[in-house]
């Protein structure tokens, strides 16, 4: 059985922070699930909070 490469995230949020979101990832040309992956590695980067690099991309990686 195949591995999944992602999961799914539900979660409410206020109309005014989609559009937000919205805006933000038509801006950087990004579908919106991107743009909530990018804000929080961002976050995490910022806050000393270690995220794993997805295993496909570190096979892949280049040195």
Do not use: C, Y
Not at 3 to 30: D, N, Q, S, V
Not at 49 to 56: C, V
């Amino acid at each position: 059985m195949a591995i999944a490469k992602t999961t799914t995230l539900t979660f409410r949020i206020e109309p005014e922070l989609k559009e937000a979101l919205r805006t933000a990832a038509e801006r950087e040309h990004r579908s919106i699930a991107n743009m909530v992956a990018v804000l929080i590695m961002d976050h995490g980067e910022r806050n000393g909070i270690p995220i794993a690099e997805p295993a496909a991309k570190a096979r892949t990686k280049k040195k």
